[in-house]
């Protein structure tokens, strides 16, 4: 320990003639000391030494790990110690399982029911998913049981039987989210997931190599009536009935590359979900024209993101009178964008973001007219606005824009990407 404190110069005093207690430090000194440790076990050895060095550490500690990691620490003495300091305040926990450190998970999450009881997350990524497993993996949810607090799930890569006969035992789950989908799991194994989720609020699958399960989601809604917020990743391009989900009020619809989407599908939301869609997400989905009016029917829509918008039908979204919030990720260049662009803020007075992406194509003519045309109409606005423009790189441009709207009140102007309450990116999407 002297040849530690010695050797920084920020403790050199300690080095005089006049001998120090180390006990007799304060606060600030001990928190230097704990900065120059870099390793959390480290950080808990010298917190052991004494009662002042522990109370310093468990009033860092919680700051920092609201989130941890299974892999943070190695051994279950470690982890006691460190739950006993910072356990109140963990929220959420991501274990890798199937590989190194299964041997402890079982009194590790002993742990966590012992000391975390705000712990609402367990994220649970399933390694070497291809390879035929054995009972040691099967044994994961029936551990994870003991925390009655579990409101959130995770399981990325299970196989199926990982999870077919324990999962529907989460009754209390409001967040679920399967990340990639058993190609050997039954139709039959994949309905009984969601028995008992009366409580669940949001859903989220990505299908990978089950990608045969998509037919199956418009039997779900007897199994989760009141989802509210539904995520569908990589499902097949014939997925064309999503089910009646009454409470549903956010669709996050995702696919790998930019590809077209089933017409039926636009057909079946616009038919079933016009009086209660409220948050719209098209990622990596490219919308066609002749599918326009199906999406313009959501006249409930606060908010809708959408990759790629046929750029001569911009104005056509101006019929989404309640957007509160607008997201454009990618549009071709087109005559008098301008002016379709003030068309949609018109149109939509609750209008307060509009995000366009790093993919637009607006020369910087016509983004100089739009700026000129919008900072006109809300010189007497009273209403916030906030305008994101990603694709605007050049510092030259940015200054020049901001110097336009440097005098307007309730109004923000950014280049890079920012996130209000409505666009805010999807927890459990997976896709970049």
Same mark, same amino acid.
């Given at each position: ?38 390793? @959390? ?211 996050? @619809? ?73 997201? @454009? ?104």
């Amino acid at each position: 320990m002297d040849k530690f404190i010695f050797g920084c110069p920020s403790f050199s005093f300690l080095s005089e003639k006049r001998q120090i207690n180390i006990l007799q430090l304060n606060y600030d000194c001990y928190s230097e000391i704990f900065s120059y440790l870099t390793k @959390l076990e480290d950080k808990l050895n010298f917190a052991r030494v004494h009662p002042q060095f522990r109370e310093v550490l468990a009033g860092q500690l919680p700051q920092r790990y609201a989130t941890i990691q299974r892999s943070m620490l190695k051994t279950i003495p470690d982890w006691e110690f460190f739950l006993e300091l910072c356990g109140e305040k963990v929220l959420k926990c991501e274990l890798l399982y199937g590989g190194y450190g299964d041997s402890i998970t079982s009194e590790f999450i002993g742990l966590l029911k012992l000391y975390c009881p705000s712990l609402w997350h367990i994220m649970v990524l399933f390694v070497d998913s291809e390879i035929e497993v054995g009972a040691i993996y099967v044994d994961i949810l029936v551990l994870l049981r003991q925390l009655e607090g579990l409101k959130s799930l995770t399981l990325t890569d299970a196989k199926a039987n990982q999870i077919n006969s324990q999962l529907q035992h989460f009754e209390n789950l409001e967040t679920l989210d399967l990340d990639g989908l058993d190609i050997h799991l039954s139709d039959d194994d994949f309905l009984q997931l969601f028995h008992s989720k009366d409580k669940l609020r949001q859903l989220s699958i990505r299908f990978g190599r089950g990608i045969n399960k998509c037919g199956l989601i418009n039997e779900l809604p007897k199994y989760c009536p009141n989802l509210e917020h539904l995520t569908l990743e990589r499902f097949a391009l014939t997925f064309e009935d999503l089910g009646v989900f009454h409470k549903l009020r956010a669709l996050h @619809l995702i696919l790998r590359v930019y590809l077209d989407m089933n017409d039926n599908l636009y057909r079946y939301i616009a038919a079933n979900y016009i009086e209660r869609l409220e948050h719209l997400e098209l990622k990596a989905i490219k919308v066609k024209s002749h599918q326009l009016p199906h999406i313009v029917k959501l006249r409930k829509l606060k908010a809708f993101a959408c990759y790629k918008w046929p750029s001569e039908f911009l104005q056509e979204l101006g019929q989404l009178i309640h957007l509160e919030c607008l997201s @454009l990720r990618c549009c071709e260049s087109v005559k008098e964008m301008s002016e379709q662009l003030m068309a949609i803020i018109i149109n939509c007075p609750h209008l307060e973001h509009l995000k366009l992406g790093k993919h637009i194509a607006m020369s910087m003519k016509e983004l100089e007219k739009f700026i000129s045309n919008l900072k006109t109409l809300r010189l007497n606005a009273k209403n916030t606005f906030l305008l994101s423009l990603e694709f605007v790189h050049s510092l030259e441009w940015q200054e020049k824009l901001s110097d336009l709207t440097r005098n307007l009140n309730n109004f923000t102007l950014t280049f890079h990407e920012v996130n209000c309450q409505h666009c805010q990116t999807d927890a459990h999407s997976h896709f970049e």
